[in-house]
T-cell receptor, first 117, second 114 residues
Framework: KAGVTQTPRYLIKTRGQQVTLSCSPI?????VSWYQQTPGQGLQFLFEYFSETQRNKGNFPGRFSGRQFSNSRSEMNVSTLELGDSALYLC????????????????FGEGSRLTVL | AQTVTQSQPEMSVQEAETVTLSCTYD???????LFWYKQPPSRQMILVIR??????QNATENRFSVNFQKAAKSFSLKISDSQLGDTAMYFC???????????FGTGTSLTVIP
């Protein structure tokens, strides 16, 4: 079974540009979450999608947005990039619904490393 | 709000020895889940062990075990017979029982010394 696939793996942008990152979850997983990982802050939750609906959203500005398609693939977009957006962006999928006992573990992709110059 | 604290940014252990990584969390929830994830250098994050808060028995997975103290809101990870492949960043994580939103600590970088 293929794991979580994230593209692109590395990218360099300049301030003010926008970027779109893609995530293909494990087949059959309907939940996709996005995290921002930086050395000082660790992993910060961005948002989670389940069956094309955003269920949870972290404390990030509106420049960060996402969506999920009917095949569970997800994209996240960051507009008007700032230097502080440089980070590793991790996508994770889960087979669980996240409610009570039906909670699956998170399966992570290798991440997309974004550098903003 | 939920917070997860890992107070040990870096640790080291001799190969074959035992090491314990600390984690505390803060929540007003009664039902939740706790996890330890491992992120090897330049590799993807994988689950090490999980614990349901309603279970009093501490979880164990081979050389990995936890000490879950619900009243103290403490969730430490013990690695026995440390191996070189255990060198990684370890993240403690909390999840409420509603939705797949995880709260992670800032991580502990563990180095196993041969």
């Amino acid at each position: 079974k293929a794991g979580v696939t994230q593209t692109p793996r590395y990218l360099i942008k300049t301030r003010g540009q926008q970027v779109t990152l893609s995530c293909s979850p494990i087949s059959g997983h309907r939940s996709v979450s996005w995290y921002q990982q930086t050395p000082g802050q660790g992993l910060q939750f961005l948002f989670e999608y389940f069956s094309e609906t955003q269920r949870n959203k972290g404390n990030f500005p509106g420049r960060f947005s996402g969506r999920q398609f009917s095949n569970s693939r997800s994209e996240m977009n960051v507009s008007t990039l700032e230097l502080g957006d440089s980070a590793l962006y991790l996508c994770a999928s889960s087979s669980g619904t996240g409610y009570l006992a039906n909670t699956g573990e998170l399966f992570f992709g290798e991440g997309s490393r974004l550098t903003v110059l | 709000a939920q917070t997860v604290t890992q107070s040990q940014p870096e640790m080291s252990v001799q190969e074959a020895e035992t090491v314990t990584l600390s984690c505390t969390y803060d929540t007003s929830e009664n039902n939740y889940y706790l996890f330890w994830y491992k992120q090897p250098p330049s590799r993807q994050m994988i689950l090490v062990i999980r614990q349901e808060a309603y279970k009093q028995q501490n979880a164990t997975e081979n050389r990995f075990s936890v000490n879950f103290q619900k009243a103290a809101k403490s969730f430490s990870l013990k690695i026995s017979d440390s191996q070189l492949g255990d060198t990684a960043m370890y993240f403690c994580a909390f999840m409420r029982n509603t939705g797949n939103q995880f709260y992670f600590g800032t991580g502990t970088s563990l180095t196993v010394i041969p």
